[in-house]
């Protein structure tokens, strides 16, 4: 099972802050340093100081990282019309060396758009334009140097598109969350990894099982989709640092415990075990709050990392 740090700069965090805990996951061997794309903070926190794009940020750890793959948990399809946002994310694939994984997702928090004047359609337009966009980016970068693409959708119209530039090589498509028909039928079609986010492992299984029904339906191995979770974390070496590290956070260890990957290295290896045996998941996404406590990215990578690789 491969662990990746997951981060939320949109509770507060500079690139310089993102910077660090990127290199740290780099040097303690993390499979990718991954982070939310999202303009508005949430909950009680003060978001100090202030969001930071997701694409900028990644285009510069392109180039201040060396090895560490990068990606988004999700890009959201309100914020950016397809066409630039496959040039950016090709570009910033390049600048990385052919290291960039995207997640797509059709855009959630209301607050955000309201906050920074852009649209909020209903979900049906949303989902409509999620879909035209997995179809626009995806098909951008599949058309062959030299030839044109073009797509006429509801939302929509690219004609004669000269479908640069092309990435590095074929960068993974990742689509997650909880619907119960548009999202597995999404995934079946465009995805290279399927992404539960912050569910039980009951929940993950009757969620995973209408991917593969989606699968089947088109004719698709289910196999061939990556099947990975998000959780948060919380971990010490002790139940005194367990509960040092939830305080800072502002959580309960007991929540933490039910609803994420909380404890010693010993229990959070058991509950990752619980999740393979019943998801066979094969990559986690720990979503990291405390971007200042390094000691926790060294902490799981020593511990609980190495118990993981049989």
């Not at 990746?4 to 805990?21: K, N, W």
């Not at 039928?185 to 969620?207: I, M, R, S």
Request: aromatic share 8%; hydrophobic share 40%.
């Amino acid at each position: 099972m491969e662990l990746r740090i997951f981060t939320e700069p949109q509770q507060g965090a500079s690139y310089d802050d993102l910077l660090a805990v990127a290199r740290a996951a780099e040097a303690a061997g993390y499979g990718a340093f991954f982070r939310s794309d999202h303009y508005l903070k949430m909950g009680g926190v003060d978001g100090l100081p202030g969001p930071t794009d997701a694409w900028i940020t990644l285009a510069g750890l392109a180039r201040d990282t060396e090895t560490i793959r990068l990606g988004t948990l999700m890009t959201a399809a309100t914020f950016r019309h397809p066409g630039p946002l496959a040039i950016s994310v090709a570009q910033v694939d390049r600048m990385s060396g052919g290291r960039v994984e995207f997640g797509l997702g059709a855009g959630w928090y209301e607050a955000e758009h309201t906050a920074y004047g852009l649209p909020f359609p209903s979900t049906v337009e949303r989902f409509e334009r999620y879909e035209e966009q997995l179809e626009i980016v995806t098909g951008l970068w599949n058309t062959p140097v030299g030839e044109t693409y073009d797509f006429e959708g509801k939302h929509y119209r690219l004609a004669d598109s000269p479908a640069l530039p092309k990435p590095v090589d074929k960068i993974p498509v990742l689509v997650g969350g909880t619907g119960r028909k548009r999202t597995p039928a999404l995934a079946a079609k465009f995805a290279d990894e399927f992404n539960l986010p912050f569910q039980g492992v009951d929940t993950a299984v009757e969620l995973l099982a209408r991917v593969d029904a989606a699968c089947d339906e088109i004719g698709r191995d289910p196999a061939e989709i990556t099947r990975s979770a998000a959780l948060v974390v919380c971990v010490g070496r002790d139940d005194a640092e367990v509960a040092r590290r939830a305080a800072v956070i502002g959580r309960e260890v007991d929540e933490l415990r039910q609803n994420g990957l909380t404890g010693t290295p010993a229990e959070v290896v058991d509950k990752l075990g619980t999740w393979r045996d019943k998801t066979a998941i094969s990559r986690v996404y720990l979503q990291l709050l405390d971007l200042a406590d390094l000691d926790h990215v060294d902490l799981i990578a020593e511990a609980v990392a190495p118990q993981l690789r049989s």
